[in-house]
């Protein structure tokens, strides 16, 4: 990666891993089998790195990077030049770059990461029992220019230049129980854990009768989704937030943004928006040089964020 701008860092940021190894296991959400991931610290300058212990050879591991991206029906689906397969890594991806972890390595011993309950927040539970440690290498961010945008008849993705990093997130379904949303998240401490983290993966009904009809969605359930029918959402327990649906939309969003390898300085916008076209912004946003710039990440960062975040809340 280029386009290495220099700039003044004040209270520069460094990197940040495990402390401990960590692991735990699940059902994978379209399989329906049981897996097992473990968390290992990794050196400065690593970035995340997913490693299939169930194949032999260096061939097993796959950077975490959109241009390692095979896929996006239903997931966020990474792959190497030797056919290697990890997928819906979205969330924990969310979870990683949530917590500001910048290296690491995610041990797994099938193709398909635990859907867990749907949700981050047992990633971020993991990350935090194993403890986070600072690294002797210093923060780097991919600050926003110049605005980038790509879309599809009515979903649209896009950045803008800001101070702090934002995410904007609008959906509209036709059913009632979710219609129309919009939500706006300024990334600053502590706010994915605590505004993004637990808002679960959602679906509908039909649509996963259907997925399961074709073979998919076997290890979902009320207890690792929020399903919804033509009368309203069908788990028992209800919703986390009342706008649980869009929560997990800017979720899904941290974690496919993430794969630009470095945090992101600037605003996100995304509307109707899914992996597909996420991962297309990140290949837009790379080809336009001029568009991007590489900058020390510092505290003032953060803080922009925080402020803005506090602020949001105040007034609402």
Known sequence: MTNIKNQKATKALRQKTLKTTINCSGIALHSGEKVSITLKPAQADTGIIFKRVDIAGKGAEIKATYDNVVETTLCTKIGNKDGVTVATIEHIMAAIAGSAIDNLLVEINGPEMPV???????????????????????????????PVSVEDTERFAGFQPCEGSIYDFTIDFDNPAVARQEHTVHMGRGVFKDELSRARTFGF??????????????????????????????????????????????????????????PIIGRYTGICSGHYLNNQLLHALMANQDAWSIVPMTADDLDAAYTEQRKAAKSA
């Open 205 to 262: 009904l039909h649509e996963v009768e259907y997925m399961r009809a074709n073979g998919l969605a076997r290890g979902g359930s009320l207890d690792n989704a929020v399903v919804v029918s033509a009368d309203g959402v069908m788990n028992e327990e209800g919703l986390r937030f009342q706008n649980e649906f869009v929560r997990h939309k800017i979720l899904d969003a941290v974690g496919d943004i993430s794969l630009a390898g470095l």
């Open 116 to 146: 867990m309950d749907g949700s981050s927040a047992p990633f971020v539970f993991l990350i935090e029992c194993a403890g986070i440690v600072e690294q002797d290498a210093p923060r780097k961010a991919i600050r926003i220019e110049k």
